[in-house]
């Protein structure tokens, strides 16, 4: 797991001085192999840590310098693939795909790993707008804007299909790889193979889970410095993060297949790593209220509201007290029977 900066750290003055003397000694068309070299690590390394900061811009513009005097530089053009992909945008994100098929061939993990998350993102953004068209919320000048639809739907598929293998060559070239595993999870799902989705999420918890105990181990050591113990503790977070968001999701799947106690059993996973997230017992209400644990759905909604940040007029908060009386309701039914 590579280490992610903090903040950006300024060139050396030295290295400032000899950058403002360019214009002023004829440009990098006149620079020796080695300075040539000195500036494309310098312009790569603040490339990424622009990257790392969310400076899209930046990071691209350094990427693009760096490619002017080095077009074959492998790194390079790996962090533009993934400044390109991060913006969203459609046209950014079809950049970004032909970026990482550029440098498919390398071998590396992180061109397979980049390109399917660039194909997952390009599927969501087609199916998207398939869905705006049927709804009417987007209007198509298509002939048949139905076959438009569809179309667009189909090139969705067809990108989470690639998608998915390339996840799986990323794993092949990087085993273990948990940002490989997690894009299995969604793009699995987002095909309607929930239970290859489910297998890979609980693999990627596995995986988590290793990750989480080998840094908590790492934070416990009496000779880390402050520095150490933030970074530790962020990497802690983010897989936090993750297992937290894998919970939810493989709880949704098997509600799905009306496994509603191992559903339950995933929020209650959920709910230990992340006690302070309202939503997770809004979810976990209404899984408790459908398998008729009334007592329990109450307690539940009642946590929520108490977390909730939401105005009470929130459709959210307004579901909740809807969900509370019926839960209510259902109990005063039980007791009169008796």
Not at 165 to 182: C, F, I, P, V, W
Not at 313 to 327: F, G, I, N, Q, T
Request: with cysteine.
């Amino acid at each position: 797991m590579s280490q992610r900066s903090p903040r950006l750290r300024l060139l050396a003055p030295a290295v400032l001085c000899w950058l403002g003397c360019l214009p002023a000694c004829g440009g990098p068309g006149q620079l020796s192999d080695e300075q040539t070299q000195k500036l494309v690590d310098n312009y790569t390394e603040q490339a990424q840590q622009y990257l790392q900061m969310g400076e899209l811009d930046r990071a691209q513009g350094q990427t693009e310098k760096g490619l002017a005097l080095d077009p074959e530089n492998f790194k390079l053009k790996l962090i533009r693939g993934l400044a390109l992909q991060k913006r969203g945008k459609i046209d950014d994100i079809l950049k970004a795909e032909s970026q990482f098929r550029e440098i498919l061939d390398s071998g590396d993990f992180r061109a397979s790993l980049g390109l399917g998350m660039a194909l997952e993102r390009k599927g969501m953004a087609f199916s998207e707008a398939a869905r705006d068209i049927r709804s009417g919320k987007r209007v198509s000048e298509a002939p048949d804007p139905k076959k438009r639809a569809d179309d667009l739907q189909n090139e969705a598929t067809r990108a989470w299909t690639e998608g998915v293998e390339r996840y799986k060559q990323a794993l092949e070239q990087h085993s273990g790889d948990t940002d490989a595993m997690n894009g299995l999870t969604r793009t699995t799902a987002l095909l309607g193979r929930d239970a290859e989705s489910l297998s890979w999420a609980d693999q990627l918890l596995e995986a988590t889970q290793t990750d989480l105990a080998f840094w908590e181990a790492r934070l416990q050591r009496s000779d880390i410095s402050a520095g150490e113990e933030g970074y530790f503790r962020n990497i802690i977070k983010q897989l936090e993060d993750i297992q937290c968001a894998t919970h939810v999701h493989a709880s949704t799947l098997l509600h799905k297949i009306d496994r509603d106690q191992d559903a339950i059993a995933h929020l209650d996973s959920a709910i230990e790593i992340q006690p302070e997230r309202a939503e997770l017992y809004s979810r976990r209400a209404e899984l408790r209220a459908h398998v008729k644990r009334y007592d329990e759905a109450i307690k539940d909604i009642d946590t929520y509201l108490r977390l909730s940040t939401q105005a009470f007029d929130h459709p959210d908060v307004k579901r909740a007290w809807r969900l509370r009386e019926e839960c209510e309701a259902h109990l005063r039914t039980a007791h009169a029977a008796q």
